[in-house]
């Protein structure tokens, strides 16, 4: 079992910076895949950025690409999610899930573990 909270969140205005956090307890996270997603009211949950095992493989959506950085602390057993020149369509909650394998994936359906998220709101 793995137990993953999300922190980090809050107002910023466009063009600003945020970096959201997760901390994760339980099983062998160094050996997994973590993601973060996100989801804005009315919209279904979207990708955003996923890390391998041992940081060497990062994927981004073609949205963030650029402007988000995904990295991680298996010391620490944390992900972290930098986000710079925030948009307003930015805005969502943002979930962060960890797999049962340590390679990247991009849809919820393979992550095994999610957190509670943490709002993101970017004022224009």
């Known amino acids: 079992q793995v137990h993953l909270v999300a922190s980090g969140g809050g107002l910023v205005q466009a063009g600003g910076s945020l970096r959201v956090s997760c901390a994760a307890s339980?099983?062998?996270?160094?050996?997994?895949?973590m993601g973060w997603f996100r989801q804005a009211p009315g919209k279904e949950r979207e990708f955003v950025a996923a890390?391998?095992?041992?940081?060497?493989?990062?994927t981004y959506a073609d949205s963030v690409k650029g402007r988000f950085t995904i990295s991680r602390d298996n010391a620490k057993n944390t992900v972290n999610l930098q986000m710079t020149s925030l948009k307003p369509e930015d805005t969502a909650v943002y979930y962060c899930?960890?797999?049962?394998?340590?390679?990247?994936?991009?849809?919820?359906?393979?992550?095994?573990?999610w957190g509670q998220g943490t709002q993101v709101t970017v004022s224009s």
């Open positions: 899930a960890a797999r049962t394998l340590g390679a990247v994936a991009t849809t919820p359906i393979e992550y095994a573990y």
């Open positions: 339980g099983r062998a996270f160094s050996s997994r895949g």
């Open positions: 890390i391998s095992w041992n940081a060497g493989i990062t």
